[in-house]
């Protein structure tokens, strides 16, 4: 059974930083793609930035210069290091695995990042 565990949410101030955790059991590791995202009250769910098999990384342009996505494959674990944030960062925090050659996703059950002003 394929788990992800998010961790590392929290309070925080503007400018300040967090960073989330994303610890996967239950499959294979490397050869994956992972995400994260966010959703915020009222709102969809949107992509904030991605890792490959191959440690190349995507951001939405919202976070580009501030976030930094990465992973040790060693612990099974993916990060999201969240510099100057801001109060528009306030979201719950998913991270989403993507199975290599067959695509079948899964999904964590979020962390809550809160940034006040």
């Known amino acids: 059974q394929v788990q992800l565990v998010e961790s590392g949410g929290g309070l925080v101030q503007a400018g300040g930083s967090l960073r989330l955790s994303c610890t996967t059991s239950?499959?294979?590791?490397?050869?994956?793609?992972l995400d994260w995202y966010r959703q915020a009250p009222g709102k969809q769910r949107e992509l904030v930035a991605t890792?490959?098999?191959?440690?190349?990384?995507n951001y939405a342009d919202s976070v580009k210069g501030r976030f930094t996505i990465s992973r040790d494959n060693a612990q099974n674990t993916v990060y999201l290091q969240m510099n100057s944030l801001k109060p528009e960062d306030t979201a719950a925090y998913y991270c989403r695995l993507v199975k290599a050659y067959t695509g079948i996703t899964y999904w964590g059950k979020g962390t809550l990042v809160t940034v006040s002003s």
């Open positions: 239950g499959t294979s590791f490397s050869y994956n793609l």
């Open positions: 890792i490959y098999s191959d440690g190349n990384t």
